[in-house]
Nanobody, 115 residues
Framework: QVQLVESGGGLVQPGGSLRLSCAAS????????MGWYRQAPGKERELVAD???????NYEESVKGRSTISRDNAQNMVYLQMDSLKPEDTAVYYC?????????WGQGTQVTVSS
């Protein structure tokens, strides 16, 4: 069973930056899409960004231009660089891997944007 472990979350001031990391226990190239989702208190989980095997990326509108998703297939890592963070970015961020049959989730990492 694939395991995904997120790291890099924490407390950051508005306007600051964070780099989230997702370490996978198997080759991420075996998954069609790797993605980052987030869930704020009382809200639905939403897609932040995802990236295909070929490197095509999609971003939620509110983070477009401020965030960059990337993948390192050799290291089985997926990253989310977030800049110009806003209080509304506060949420638990989850790594996701889409396979041909199953979808896998990490445990999440908390991001809190506050002064």
């Amino acid at each position: 069973q694939v395991q995904l472990v997120e790291s890099g979350g924490g407390l950051v001031q508005p306007g600051g930056s964070l780099r989230l990391s997702c370490a996978a226990s198997e080759r991420i190239f075996s998954f069609s899409v790797m993605g980052w989702y987030r869930q704020a208190p009382g809200k639905e989980r939403e897609l932040v960004a995802d990236i295909s095997r070929g490197g095509s990326a999609n971003y939620e509108e509110s983070v477009k231009g401020r965030s960059t998703i990337s993948r390192d297939n050799a290291q089985n890592m997926v990253y989310l660089q977030m800049d110009s963070l806003k209080p509304e970015d506060t949420a638990v961020y989850y790594c996701n891997a889409r396979g041909s049959f199953s979808s896998f989730w990490g445990q999440g990492t908390q991001v809190t944007v506050s002064s």
